[in-house]
């Protein structure tokens, strides 16, 4: 997502083909030298400001959120094409107060809105791992919903200064063809009852269709992950649905509370319509519990 | 065309003692911060441009890395060129100021933001300009978006007439040239801090110019690295015959100190890999995973954690 003039233009171009929006033609031909700094007032982004009225219409977003969710990203990001971000979630999922939804808001990107991640109180705990995308110098928020309906957002700002490090570009056609397979490990010993971490990594190219292949000098089509479900016992504990903003190789660490000994699910659905999925059982008896990846 | 160095260290006290006092005079000559760096004579016809070893920023106007020249009987070699177009103009006017001898060769010894922007102002006078062949390559590929990150730094009258400039003149592998009248051995390791690393040395006074394998006083920061290959390197430096060491960032050193490089490199992948197996997360181990002895290192804030984060992927990936 790192654009020179001359890729910002093919952007658009790329946009266009897939039904972009005009309104982010506009903000798109900023130069860089107008782009978010980190003494700007977070809430005064009018990408945010256009986000927040059409996502949430009136409601209030609390801005001091920190004993609902707190977000760390680095301050400084040496590829912008993956930059770690952990939401910590400062309360237990329980069945009268637990968070229902994360929202992911990256102002400066070209698509600015990453995608939502969805939890019950068989979640365990709504905190999540993940690593995003981000365009240049931007401010990164996390909305989080509760089951009441209130919104508390966190808020960082990211430079993401490097560039001379990412990858000469890989063959498209092999990142394809890898893609697919699915981990997903439990960490740790399983206690029923207790949160436990899950990580689930995805092998796909996660392609934005706006960098250019260096090698090739080409545009590649977008084509990434849409959809993620994770079920324990058939009951959804995380439901992600998201879009290139999430970087390569998709990695998401999250919890979930096993009760009894039970499968832990991973389904997974690409733009291609390719689906993916990953299962591991569950139980308190200590070992390790490998899990299997199938592509139907 | 292969060459073969001689393992055993020069003997003679005198001339030791006569180069260790040249590595402690020659401190840089600093007028303020951000203002061109003097040349300094570290050697018999070597001239040594110290940067500040910070990270880039507008109060150093992106002069943080060394660079440097060679005067021969017949001509100058210049090793390494900056940030910046600007730059690369001010230090051929520092050039013209110690010698009239004609500038005849530039090398460039990695793929770095801070090594090699100053090119275009060499090759706006023919000055040929060499590397080896895989950075002339990720020269072409990488150095745009580079340049389009030092804009954003720097700003634009800073980074003004800079451009990428791809080399005209590579060499696949270690081999020794003439230029200006001075015999110098181009030293390629394989992969290293980048995949085409070279190191220069002036044969006849043994100033060493380290490029990217080696940086004193500052935490390397890990762009397209291999580390395995990066530790032999640092390894085969130790035979060669050179006497002061030229880092890529940092004052000079003398060839033992080449060592602390290597050490940071050996424990940055010590505790990543712990961190790793041990099931950390990649958040957490950008904080936890520390090298205590380096701490006090420039850049360390910033970059031990990015150096973190690179390592920790690469493990993901295998």
């Known amino acids: ?296 | 065309m292969r060459i073969r160095w001689k393992a055993a260290a020069r003997s003679g006290a005198p001339a030791v003692i006569a180069m260790l006092m040249l590595v402690t005079s020659a401190r840089p000559v600093w007028a303020g911060p951000g203002d061109m760096p003097v040349p300094v004579a570290v050697a018999q016809g070597v001239y040594v441009m110290q940067g500040s070893g910070d990270a880039v920023a507008p109060a150093n106007r992106g002069i943080v890395a060394n660079n440097g020249f060679i005067v021969g009987a017949s001509g100058v070699t210049v090793i390494d060129t900056g940030s910046s177009y600007r730059y690369g103009r001010a230090l051929i006017e520092a050039i013209h100021k110690v010698t009239p001898l004609p500038i005849e060769l530039v090398i460039i010894t990695h793929q770095a933001a801070e090594f090699v922007f100053g090119a275009s102002a060499f090759r706006d006078q023919d000055v040929p300009i060499l590397a080896h062949r895989r950075t002339a390559e990720l020269i072409r590929e990488r150095c745009a978006i580079c340049l389009t990150k030092l804009r954003r730094t720097l700003g634009e009258e800073e980074m003004a007439g800079s451009r990428v400039t791809v080399p005209d003149r590579t060499v696949d592998g270690s081999t020794q040239i003439e230029s200006g009248g001075r015999q110098l051995a181009l030293l390629h390791f394989g992969p290293a801090s980048t995949p085409g690393d070279l190191a220069v040395l002036d044969t006849s006074t043994g100033v060493l110019f380290a490029g990217g394998l080696v940086s004193v006083g500052r935490i390397p920061e890990l762009r397209n690295e291999n580390i395995p290959g990066w530790l032999d390197a640092l390894q085969r430096l130790q035979v060669t015959d050179a006497r002061i060491v030229v880092p890529g960032f940092g004052p000079l050193a003398e060839k033992q100190d080449v060592a602390q490089t290597g050490v940071y490199l050996r424990q940055l992948d010590a505790g990543v890999r712990r961190a790793y197996e041990a099931g950390v997360g990649l958040t957490e181990a950008m904080h936890s995973v520390q090298v205590p002895d380096f701490s006090r290192y420039k850049l360390y804030a910033v970059a031990q954690p990015q150096n973190v984060q690179r390592l920790y992927l690469q493990l993901e990936n295998q």
């Not at chain 1, 590649?220 to 390569?248: G, L």
Request: charged share 20%; hydrophobic share 40%.
């Open chain 1, 1 to 296: 997502m790192i654009t020179t003039g001359a890729t910002r233009r093919a952007v658009l171009r790329g946009l266009l083909a897939a039904g972009g929006t005009l309104a982010l033609l506009a903000t798109f031909a900023i130069h860089p030298a107008h782009a978010a700094q980190p003494g700007d007032d977070p809430d005064k982004n009018a990408r945010w400001q256009d986000f927040r009225e059409g996502m949430f219409k009136g409601r209030p977003v609390d801005t001091h959120g920190d004993a609902v969710i707190k977000l760390d990203a680095p301050a400084r990001a040496a590829d912008a094409a993956v930059v770690p971000i952990a939401i910590a979630a400062q309360f237990p999922q329980t069945p009268s107060r637990y968070i229902r939804k994360l929202y992911l808001f990256i102002d400066e990107n070209p698509e600015p809105y990453g995608g939502s991640f969805e939890f019950t109180p068989d979640s365990g705990l709504a905190s999540l791992e993940t690593r995003v995308r981000v365009e240049d110098y931007t401010f990164l928020r996390v909305i989080a919903e509760t089951n009441d309906g209130h919104l508390y957002s966190a808020v960082r700002f990211v430079k993401a200064s490097g560039g001379c490090s990412a990858p000469a570009g890989k063959d498209d056609a092999a990142a394809e063809a890898d893609a697919g397979l699915v981990r997903l490990q439990p960490q740790g010993r399983t206690v029923f009852g207790k949160p436990q971490l899950v990580q689930l990594m995805v092998r796909h190219p996660n392609r934005t269709g706006m960098a250019m292949n260096q090698v090739t000098r080409l545009y590649s089509s977008a084509y990434f992950i849409r959809k993620v479900q994770v079920t324990y016992a058939d009951k959804p504990v995380m439901t992600a649905n998201v879009n290139f903003s999430i970087s390569e190789n998709p990695n998401f660490r999250f919890y979930f509370t096993p009760r009894a000994n039970g499968e832990l699910k991973a389904h997974i659905e690409d733009t291609k319509n390719r689906q993916f999925e990953a299962q591991v059982a569950i139980s308190s008896q200590p070992g390790a519990q490998q899990s299997t990846s199938t592509t139907p």
